[in-house]
């Protein structure tokens, strides 16, 4: 039976617009899947939403510390929305670790939510409390639920035959059920996902489902709230299909799109690291879409078997972080002199060297432009959005294939493991952009060039063309290695003209908010919900402010130029020291542009937008 | 002409002028090495050359075949990716003591222990030459080098031992100086499935001459080297009349009658390592020939095996499958 409890009568239902909760506890407390589970039932609710996890740095620290502690943030609402939220309106802390490390993020009046049964003085002490924090004062001015989740659900399943050590895993299902009556959520999403789950051990479907239910019963039940809220389901969504998904996860997507449009198959040459392993993880299950996976013993064999296999006519993919990309960038510099098609995949973390490995930044931009050894130029695309890194990971194929190139594809750690609605693509809408083999032995040079000044793509095996490429300067006419001074002049303008000629394929982005005023604010990347989130709330004022959002890092679309003028000034807020500023400083230098850096391996928040915009404003 | 001998070694010849030093040994490599591809039956579109840096590395521009000049050290990464791009391709790897050893020491490994279906040649000159010769990681200690003038202190690599202690499949070592032996040893590496390792005594005339004469050498090496053959008695000597055999873990010399009989495709490669430790200190030849010859998965077969099998399980995958998944929802 998957029948949802019917809700008490009594209570009043409060309808609210958008609701922020996180979820908290010790990383082996379950809270990604809690998290995860809240986020589909919302999503099949039709609201829109915007999720952000929070992984501890170490896989297992020691249990009830607070750098064991997991948090998973995630913000539904009935209207539109651009982030997972500045401020959780609900805490859910399965330990004081959990409490103590969240406490100082919450929204004043938000709802705290207490495992009372893991809040011993043994607890305390493993979260480095002296005092109790509901005695301490930490507390005043939150609605605080204490409830014994340990307890609850321990007589729960007193029938079910667990051992108590699975019992007690069974918590978070109690927890996701007291919300999901907490916000009038249906049970079903959850209860078959479960049975899906689990399917071949039926105790343990019984048991978390029975979990589940008690959670949600125990808000009838036990009077822990004076309300339940409600939140509608989002109107202003445009039609379509839709599905929750994650930034890693739809890069992975587009790849496997973008080699089907450019009708070639994938390689992927990749080595584990955080937060790009996943997309090597989704790839190595598409065997049936044609994709082969290699993990290669390190960074560098990873990037020189993706070039490998362009070279024989595959479109090559590496996937990796930002220590990662130190390690490629002299084949990287192989890729440009040889001009192969080549998408490396950077998802930024905060930096310098190892840094914070789990924690966003946009520190690699200028790395991205013009991090090798030589003048090696490099179109680098950047994603803005979980679902916009599908549409950009086509764009990095697209164009590396149609200009024979390598191209950066940036993403961060926010967008990597962020979610949020996707509206998935109709499939007339992809539109292919097939590659041409040369197979003509007539006149054949392998750096002859056509209009827009890209090589032919030759696969070994072809008869009559067999060539040799490398790394070493070539003729501009026979392609033969020359040391020629101004061959050498030649051959860097073309290569440099070739990248420059991708910015007569990318359309000049739109600016959203005020065509013209006061302020333009600049971001790129995975500033983009912030700063649509900070634009609104002062357009709403009445401020004459825009945002314009860059895809195209480099080259840069034309006609930026146009829009700049039409503003006072141009606020770039980035996650970096100033790195797109100064990038627009050297490009437009007629322009003036303010930065706005912050790196604390945090992304903005609205507040902090909308205080710095005003501030620009005054 | 029998059917198979599509090519001449003139065929294989670029248009490029050669550029190693006149005497380099190098020379010797590439007249034995279009001589044996020449032979293969193989079309020259077929076969592609992949190096990396180094004097040796220049070798696939002297090719007229595919050819790609990479970067130090890294050509395994490159050849692993054009290799299990397009199985069919005979894929030759050419590298030298520091590109392959050094630099490029990881990638050699592993291309090794997974039994890439790729020939590779390690030319051993104990030195870097394009550098203008500092020691390598093959010098022995105590050379005397721009970048060692008091004489080396590291310890040096043994390449055949490294090979086998990672697990290559076919191990065998030649030298520049007996073309003969080399195209021998070459036409088996080219028959062999999976990863090839050649090393290759070269001799360096500028920076390090005359390394290998005291074994290569015209006039020494029948005294100096055995030459190894699957199941042929290890016998060597200007008249054939001496031998090696094992006595537990060591080798003896023998009379010629009383030789062991060589087998590269034993389990263990302990037989092979020890031979491989012979390096002329010891009073007996230094071996040369066939180390080891197993068969053993090969890399890129495998890869394409598991990609068939999912296709045949799954059959071929659409893309609109992967979009709509069951968790989507509609809005009007
Ligand atoms: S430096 Fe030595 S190895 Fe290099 S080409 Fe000259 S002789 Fe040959």
Known sequence: MTSTPHPAAELPLQQQESVVIRFAGDSGDGMQITGNQFTDTSAFVGNDLATLPDFPAEIRAPVGTRPGVSGFQVRFSSADVHTPGDQPDVLVAMNPAALIVNIKDLKPGAIVILNRGNWGEVDLKKAKLDVDPRTSGVLDGFRVIEIDINARVKEALADSGLSSKDVQRCKNFYTLGLMYWLYSRPLEPTLDWLAKKFAKEPSLVNANQTALRAGYNAGDIHEHFQARYEVARCDTMLPGTYRNIMGNQSLALGLVAGANLANLPIFLGSYPITPASDILHQLSSYKDHGVITMQAEDEIAAICSAIGASFAGHLGITTTSGPGMALKTEAMGLAISTELPLVIVDIQRAGPSTGMPTKTEQSDLLFAVFGRNGDAPMPVVSCSTPADAFECAIEAVRIATQFMTPVILLSDGYIANGSEPWRLPKMEDLVPFPVTFRTDPEAFQPFSRDARGVRPWVKPGTPGLEHRIGGLEKDADSGNISYDAKNHQRMTDLRHQKVQNVA??????????????????LGWGSTYGSIRSAVDVLLKQGKKIGQVHIRHVWPMAKGLDQIFARYRAVLVPELNMGQMTRLLRSEYPGFSFVSYPKVQGLPFTTAELVERIEKALA | M?????????????????????????????????????????????????????????????????????????????????????????????????????????????????????????FNNQIYGLTKGQYSPTSPTGLKTKSSPYGSVDRAFNPIKLALGAGATFVARTMDTHPKHMEQVLLEAANHKGSAFVEIFQNCVIFNDGCFEGVAGRKVRDERTVDLHAGEAMVYGEAHDKGLRFDGFELKGTSAAEAGVWDPSVLSTAPATVLAELDGRQDLPTAVGLFRRVNAPVFDQDVHAQVRAVLERKGPGKLKDLLYTKDAWTVS
């Open chain 2, 2 to 122: 029998t059917e198979t001998s599509i090519l001449t070694k003139k065929d294989l010849k670029s248009d490029q002028e050669v550029r190693w030093c006149p005497g380099c040994g190098d020379y010797s490599i590439l007249n034995s090495v279009q001589a044996v591809l020449a032979g293969l039956g193989i079309q020259k579109e077929q076969l592609c050359i992949i190096s990396g840096i180094g004097c040796s590395s220049r070798f696939p521009y002297y090719m007229n075949t595919y050819g790609f000049h990479t970067i130090h050290g890294r050509a395994p990464g490159i050849a692993t990716g054009v290799k299990i791009a397009n199985p069919n391709l005979s894929v030759w790897m050419v590298t030298g003591d520091g590109d392959g050893l050094s630099i490029g020491g990881n990638h050699m490994i592993h291309m090794l222990r997974r039994n890439v279906d790729v020939k590779i040649l390690l």
């Open chain 1, 504 to 521: 007569d394929t990318i359309p000049t982005p739109a600016v959203y908010g005020a065509q013209e005023g006061d302020l333009l604010v």
